[in-house]
């Protein structure tokens, strides 16, 4: 069991939207040591292809599997929506995704609930089910945000033109009066102030990377495998540029991660239900 306990959890995203996730595992699990990767040289993820995605989460499940990590966390609405349900059949390690998490929180809140995400996660229905499955007597409207993770990855946080964006998006969501909003891609906290500055106060937000880390903690007392102490200096590798990424999580973070490039195995599939090698 100790060594379990002194391994950490691996969280991943597109780029710099699971920081958001990193975040909240260092407010509710400090003792935890973390593995985040980002696959920074091919995001956004939300205007791919349902292959595509799964073939991405596979690759990086590949090559987290063998880093010692005891749990992961997609940290990634798009891969959560996509691939989640399939690769938890594949690998043996635990695998959390945000939108269960996301979804219960939501429903608590209210009963008109807005959910803005990648186009990839809004054509998938993941929330929209999600939502209903738990309580059928609400109403979901979703919206498809392609402008945002690249302003976001650009760090044109605080441009006029990214408010302007948002406040098109948020639009026909405020004229069906929703009483809560899901941040349904990870990225889009960063942009809280900007949501704050345009929606009522009444309407909750609601983020799932809070809930996931709950869930998480959960899932680690369950199993015996929480760290009791003294975690390790977080490991961050990504598949792009590591001085870009360095530059752009530095103001989230509050420091300079010291980022690692790193190669992920390449995955021939044969199929949606078969990998040639890899695994
Ligand atoms: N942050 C991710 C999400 O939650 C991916 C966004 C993207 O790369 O398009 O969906």
């Not at 593995?35 to 040289?41: I, M, N």
């Not at 043996?92 to 995400?117: C, D, H, N, T, W």
């Not at 919206?143 to 406040?167: A, F, G």
Request: charged share 20%; net charge neutral; glycine share 6%.
């Amino acid at each position: 069991m100790r060594k379990f306990q002194s391994l950490r959890v691996g969280v991943f995203d597109s780029g710099i939207g699971g920081l958001t996730v990193l975040k909240e595992l260092y407010r509710q699990l400090p003792s935890e040591s973390i593995l985040y990767f980002a696959d920074s040289a091919r995001l956004p993820y939300g205007i791919r292809s349902p292959e595509e995605i799964l073939q991405y989460v596979r690759e990086i499940l590949v090559w987290m599997t063998k880093q010692d990590v005891k749990m992961i966390i997609m940290a990634c609405n798009t891969s959560s929506a996509l691939a989640l349900d399939l690769v938890r059949t594949e690998f043996s390690i635990p695998i959390l995704g945000v939108i269960l998490p996301g979804a219960k929180a939501a429903v608590e809140r209210g009963k008109r609930i807005g959910v803005l995400a990648t186009s990839a996660t809004v054509a998938s229905n993941a929330y929209l089910n999600a939502l209903l499955e738990i309580e059928p007597n609400i109403d979901v409207w979703q919206i498809p945000c392609p402008k945002l993770v690249p302003l976001i990855e650009q760090n044109r946080i605080h441009d006029p033109h990214t408010l302007e964006v948002v406040s098109q998006y948020l639009s026909p969501l405020l004229d069906r009066n929703i009483d809560t909003l899901i941040y349904g891609c990870t990225h889009y906290r960063h942009l809280a102030k900007v949501f704050r500055e345009i929606l009522p106060a009444s309407i909750s937000i609601v983020d799932p990377a809070q809930y996931v880390v709950l869930a998480a903690e959960r899932e680690m007392k369950l199993l015996g495998i929480k760290n009791p102490s003294n975690p390790l200096p977080t490991r961050f590798c990504v598949s792009g540029d590591p001085e870009k990424f360095a530059l752009l999580s530095r103001s989230w973070l509050g420091y300079t991660p010291v980022v690692e490039n790193t190669s992920l195995p390449h995955i021939i599939c044969q199929n949606n239900f078969g990998i040639e090698n890899g695994l």
